[in-house]
């Protein structure tokens, strides 16, 4: 889908889009550039998907700020 870009930078999301986004009344959306393009999110699925990463990582063994801080400390030599 093709959305034009005015001279001062600005864009629409198709209606649809919003809709399904849940951004009828407005809102904030987030922006990711990757290496294949932007990624657009809404605040709320960014945060979910911080929480599942963050997730992934809390269930190891080894996830306790302590833990960092003497894995740290080791592989630097302290």
Excluded: C, W
Excluded at 18 to 27: D, I, S, Y
Excluded at 61 to 77: C, I, K, M
């Amino acid at each position: 889908m093709q959305v034009n870009i005015t001279a001062n930078g600005r864009m629409s999301l198709p209606a649809g889009i919003r809709k399904r986004m849940g951004l009828e009344a407005g809102g904030a959306v987030l922006l990711e550039e990757t290496d294949d393009g932007v990624v657009i999110r809404t605040v709320s699925q960014a945060v979910a998907r911080a929480q599942a990463i963050a997730k992934k990582y809390a269930s190891h063994p080894d996830a306790s700020v302590e833990a960092f801080l003497t894995n740290r400390q080791t592989e630097s030599g302290e």
